[in-house]
């Protein structure tokens, strides 16, 4: 009998609609019922594509026994962290406090005024390697909460005012300048693996956004060894096993440093910041290779991740069927070399192996590898390599396929907008400019629908009940600006500039200081306010970006001012946390270099308004458009007549404008950087 997830849109609450557990979705009816009840509430957060959190449900909440004692002791909160991001960071930050680390599926016990008291991740079964089991740890909270209630509320309430009590260092002493973003480079360069690319050891993350910092870094100050670390990580992963080198497209993370085996789930947000990422490296080197990547990782999210009603879908699992029928990470992606001579034959299965790094001990589990190119093969046939990968991908086809998370995040999707209107626009790629303006579009439609405040996720179109955080608005104001630069539509601009003015008006507070949460939003145990970037950008550092472009296309001061408080975040954790602060360090780089204007006066996709979407100067913002109506779309477009009755060029930053110009070469070189 289905439980009230049913009622639910996201795939990761109905994957257990059917648990015997009696599930309530987050709400204050679960909170009363377990003040009714004089029970506490067990919330316990995932995502569907996460691999431990199917194993917990399957050993305990399919279980009947388990569910049965759960049912009885407790009020069961179950929480996609994608679609609650608010609720995942506020009891994520107090997991951590309490254990020293964090991760999926998260298990916290709650009072029913919603504070923790009792925390812990994944709880097997059985006691193993000194974790209890899970029915101990319900048996140990309820046994609490029953003999030892002032314990209970005493420790809750000492970690609510521990969390209270962490007010957030925000900078406050203005920008981040010179010398922050040479400390930061310094930090990156200590960290940097010199032998495998990215930073850090293992797991090792996809490093988009650190990468983007170190090519805005290269272009304003041609600081070589900023570029050569973003190349040589980029070649490093493109080469790994973390990208799938016959579909496209990027693994969520590398579990050793040398990016051969990845945790294998597709996460929409890494292949967009990395598509975007490897189009940029291609501008600012001409490399073959990071084409090659970004237009095979943009039909990868196309294919694989476009929904029916246009946007992106948020991820594909890690597991799948294998050929036993077991559900196992990875069963899609891997082969064995016997696997390689039934499709390829002989001949071409030996020369598919050494191509593709395809052992007889295998790289990954049970004698199976992950396909790679470790690069000691000497020339190779490039046709011969077309043909074996063609033949394999059709082979891989017909193995089931990996879930897919059908519901769309806002934030992501203005990710990937701004990713496929770029990558479209660099490599004359039309239909990836329409399948960025069709997510968009939707994102309008059903995300901002009648409202006029965003939705945080939908689902076949209908949107969800959450309502959109920070990130959602920055970084889909994000993707409404990249695809204004690239179309000349005026309207995303505007729509852009309506999502930044709720920031101002709802998720700013003192100081420049930005909250994940709008002042008029659910109340939770603490208003969640976190500027680290980590697999995407913060809201905060997303929002500054965003704001940032809107200021320099518009002339508004208040957006300006908006940008630059919040980067004072960046000039107090730059230096010390470089990795963390990824984005915010990009957007620090576009504001030590204006950012520049760029009008161009002619027609949208002419060789000027070309010429100025390939410019590297960070963060650049671009206008296009000819006729009396283009100053009504852009302002920065007013009064810029043509030259001589030729499509002409203006840049300026800084309040200061350079001598307009019809010549492409002489507008590029504007824009070097």
């Known amino acids: 009998m289905a439980n009230r997830l049913a009622q639910t849109t996201s795939p990761y609450l109905l994957q257990h609609a059917e648990n015997p557990v009696d599930w309530w979705p987050w709400s204050p009816e679960a909170f009363e019922e377990a003040r009714k009840r004089d029970v506490p509430v067990l919330l316990s957060v995932g995502y569907a594509s996460c691999h431990w959190c199917h194993v917990m449900a399957h050993e305990s909440f399919e279980d009947d026994d388990t569910a049965a004692y759960l049912n009885a002791h407790f009020v069961p909160v179950k929480v996609d962290r994608e679609e609650r991001p608010d609720v995942d960071a506020v009891y994520m930050e107090a997991v951590q406090a309490a254990t020293g680390h964090g ?37 140990g909270v309820t046994s609490a909460w029953t003999d030892r209630r002032e314990e209970v509320a005493e420790v809750a309430g000492r970690i609510v005012a521990d969390l209270a009590g962490r007010s957030l260092v925000h900078g406050g002493d203005g920008v981040p300048g010179e010398s922050e973003v040479a400390q ?33 870094h290269y272009a304003r100050t041609g600081a070589e060894g900023a570029l050569q670390m973003a190349a040589d990580t980029c070649a490093a ?107 390829l034959g002989e001949d071409d299965a030996a020369f598919a192996a050494a191509y ?62 701004a990713a496929l209107a770029e990558t479209g626009a660099y490599f004359d790629r039309p239909d990836l400019v329409e399948r960025a303006t069709e997510a968009a579009d939707l994102l309008v439609r059903v995300h901002l629908g009648e409202v006029a405040r965003l939705t945080r996720t939908s689902k076949d179109g209908r949107a969800g009940d959450n309502a959109g955080v920070l990130e959602d608005y920055g970084d889909v104001a994000e993707g409404f600006l990249a695809l204004a630069a690239v179309t000349g539509e005026g309207a995303w601009l505007e729509f852009a500039g309506f999502l930044l003015d709720i920031v101002l008006e709802q998720f700013t507070g003192e100081g420049g200081q930005l909250y994940d ?21 913060s809201g ?56 520049r204007e760029v009008a161009v006066a002619g027609p949208v996709g002419g060789e000027l308004h070309r010429t100025a979407l390939l410019g590297r100067a960070p963060g650049a913002v671009v206008a296009a458009g000819e006729g009396p109506g283009a100053g009504a779309e852009f302002p920065l477009l007013v009064d810029r007549p043509l030259v001589g009755g030729e499509p002409t060029a203006y840049v300026c930053r800084h309040f200061v404008c350079d001598a307009p110009t019809t010549d492409a070469g002489e507008l590029a070189g504007k824009l070097g950087g």
Request: negative net charge; glycine residues 10%; contains cysteine.
């Open 103 to 139: 991760g999926w599926p998260m298990t916290v016990f709650l009072t029913p005024d919603a504070e923790p008291f009792y925390f812990g991740t994944y709880f097997p079964p059985e006691p193993r390697h000194g974790s209890p089991s899970f029915q101990q740890v319900l048996e």
């Open 184 to 216: 930061a480079l310094l930090g990156l360069t200590r960290e940097y693996d010199e032998q495998h690319g990215g930073f850090g050891g293992a797991p090792k993350f996809p490093p988009a956004m650190a990468v983007e910092f170190l090519l805005r």
């Open 237 to 343: 992963m493109a080469r790994g096993g973390i990208y799938d080198q016959l579909g496209g497209g990027f693994a969520r993370y590398s579990v050793d440093r040398e990016w051969i085996v990845p945790h294998f789930e597709k996460m929409l947000y890494d292949n967009a910041l990395l598509c975007r990422v490897y189009a940029h490296l291609w501008r600012a080197t001409g490399s073959d290779e990071a084409r090659r990547i970004a237009l095979e990782t943009a039909d990868f999210m196309v294919r694989e991740l476009r929904t029916a009603e246009g946007g992106f879908a948020s991820a594909l699992d890690a597991d799948s069927e294998d050929a036993e029928g077991r559900h196992v990470e990875g069963a899609f992606y891997v082969w064995t070399p016997e696997q390689l001579r039934e499709v």
């Open 356 to 417: 593709f790094g395809v052992t007889e001990e295998g790289t990954f589990e049970e004698g199976a590898s992950v396909l790679r190119l470790p690069g000691d093969t000497g020339p190779v046939d490039a046709a011969r390599v077309a043909g074996v990968r063609a033949r394999l991908l059709a082979a891989r086809d017909e193995r089931p396929h990996p879930g897919r998370d059908d519901k769309v995040v806002a934030a992501w999707n203005g990710l990937a907008i």
């Open 517 to 537: 949460t709008a002042h008029d939003a659910e109340q939770l145990i603490r208003r969640p306010q976190d500027p680290t970037d980590s697999a995407t950008p």
């Open 540 to 595: 905060w550092t997303a929002a500054a970006g965003a704001l940032l472009s809107y200021a320099a296309y518009t002339g508004s001061e208040a957006h300006r001012t908006a940008a630059e408080g919040a980067l004072g975040v960046v000039k107090a954790l730059g230096p010390r946390v470089p990795r963390f602060v990824g984005w915010g360090l990009a957007v620090a780089e576009a504001l030590l270099d204006g950012p």
